[in-house]
């Protein structure tokens, strides 16, 4: 009786709530662990940045490997957690035990699957993924523990987004901070206490990895989720997987095709030197901490989305959607502005190279002066994702991940040398927000009536 008391107070909470607070209070737990998760990211990056312009460029080629683990991880979690999340507003609990369990051993199993692969095509993984002759002796220790941490990259994008899209991103948050703030502290251990180099980078992300893996493993194994891990649920059926992977795969298009735009940046910087390579992978890093709080605001929004639609509550999709693009691009506004007035301290942060902040500084002016834009860009396809409309969310990932991002790359840096390659990125986020908006405002007006199941 418990049990069922706990599915209908969260029924309530989920379908009732006002939802701009349903929204934060949700989102602020993702944007922390985001924030978290970002800053490691940066620890690496500044910690390897003292040993190296090369080493530091390094980080860069690898952190297309990242986003290739990810790209699988978050296929798997998104797609089974839309489904567990309008199962659980359905009332259909061991449905949405049986999407969570099959999509975190697929996880594992994926991760683990990569690993091998990339050992046994290191050198020419590495070269593919953009790096230099004078990167890849770095590059190839760095990625070495990335593989080893490959069934963790994976498998804990699975449990953080099936916690958040049942609502409990407390516990995700736990999770992924904890791995994080031990990875900057193992960074520090590794690198300047033991001189361990690159490679004690690489072990402090590997080893944080598991352990937040094993952390985010804790709420499902003490029964505090409705979803579950257990063996008995895992039911890999054509149908199953089918699901997983049709609403999944925005997210993997938008994972991966962001490691196949870093491999073209990477490539086209590579003409220009490894100060190129170590600049266009710093104001990665940069960007991708100074988006994240609107993105965590849209990966609140998720949940509420999914579950109220599964519940026949349109009202709330609607109005959860124009709130959260409301204030994720008031955030932007924000950030935005620092970046560009700070644009050459933030860069001069990993690596005080004249020539790494020369180019650095530019791009990250050009793309804060895009990053207002980016919340339209993110919100329609965690719009689309959420409900299961996967062939329109897979459109939307496509485009602002590599459709647009690829070809303005080899074109503006074609016709424009290193000057065309620090405008490319702003350049492609304005035009997929300009083909986004009309096709999410379109939407939400064509929404029905609110029909309670």
């Given at each position: 009786m418990k049990h069922v008391m706990n599915q209908d107070e969260q029924y309530r909470r989920m379908t009732e709530t006002p939802v701009s607070k349903l929204i934060f209070t949700l989102g602020i737990p993702t944007?922390?662990?985001?924030?978290?998760?970002?800053?490691?990211?940066?620890?690496?990056?500044?910690?390897?940045?003292?040993i190296g312009t090369s080493a530091s460029g390094a980080t860069g080629v690898v952190f297309a490997l990242m986003g290739i683990l990810q790209a699988f991880g978050?296929?798997?979690g998104h797609g089974a957690g839309s489904h567990i999340s309008r199962r659980l507003g359905a009332r259909d609990v061991h449905a949405a035990r049986t999407y969570s369990a099959t999509s975190f051993y697929l996880s594992i199993f994926t991760g683990l699957v990569i690993m091998i692969g990339g050992f046994l095509f290191m050198d020419p993984l590495m070269r593919l993924l953009g790096s230099t002759e004078t990167i890849l002796p770095y590059a190839r220790i760095y990625a070495f523990?990335?593989?080893?941490?490959g069934p963790a990259f994976t498998s804990s994008c699975v449990l953080n987004n099936i916690l958040r899209y049942e609502g409990m991103a407390f516990f995700a948050m736990i999770g992924?901070?904890?791995?994080?703030?031990?990875?900057?502290?193992?960074?520090?251990?590794?690198v300047n206490v033991f001189h361990m180099g690159i490679a004690g980078a690489g072990l402090s992300t590997a080893v944080s990895q598991y352990i937040s893996m094993i952390i985010l493993m804790v709420p499902y194994l003490r029964g505090k989720t409705q979803s579950s891990i257990a063996v008995s649920f895992f039911h890999p059926d054509g149908n199953t997987v089918k699901d997983i992977v049709s609403v999944g795969m925005p997210s993997l298009l938008r994972q991966g095709l962001n490691s196949a735009s870093s491999m073209v940046l990477n490539l086209s910087a590579g003409v220009y030197g490894d100060a190129a390579v170590a600049?266009?992978?710093?104001?990665?890093?940069i960007m991708n901490f100074l988006s994240c709080v609107a993105i965590g605001i849209g990966q609140g929004f998720q949940p509420v989305s999914a579950f109220n639609y599964g519940a026949g509550f349109y009202s709330r999709v609607k109005d959860g959607y124009l709130f959260s693009l409301k204030a994720g691009t008031v955030l932007m506004v924000l950030f935005a502005i620092g970046g560009f007035v700070f644009s050459e301290q933030l860069v001069m942060l990993f690596r005080n190279d004249p020539l790494v902040i020369d180019i650095g500084s530019v791009a990250l002016k050009l793309q804060c002066i895009s990053l207002v834009l980016m919340p339209v860009s993110i919100f329609g396809n965690m719009l689309f994702q959420s409900i299961g409309l996967s062939k329109t969310a897979s459109f939307l990932?496509?485009?602002?991940?590599?459709?647009?991002?690829?070809?303005?790359?080899?074109?503006?840096?074609?016709?424009?040398?290193?000057?065309?390659?620090?405008?490319?990125?702003?350049?492609?986020?304005?035009?997929?927000?300009?083909?986004?908006?009309?096709?999410s405002l379109h939407f939400i007006k064509t929404l029905p009536q609110d029909h309670p199941q």
């Open positions: 944007v922390i662990s985001m924030l978290v998760t970002n800053i490691y990211n940066m620890a690496d990056t500044y910690f390897v940045g003292t978050f296929m798997y523990y990335i593989l080893i941490a992924l901070t904890s791995g994080g703030i031990l990875n900057i502290f193992g960074d520090a251990l590794l600049a266009i992978s710093i104001v990665s890093r990932a496509a485009l602002r991940s590599g459709v647009v991002l690829i070809p303005v790359v080899l074109l503006l840096s074609n016709l424009f040398g290193l000057t065309g390659l620090e405008w490319s990125q702003a350049v492609s986020e304005v035009v997929s927000a300009l083909i986004t908006l009309p096709i």
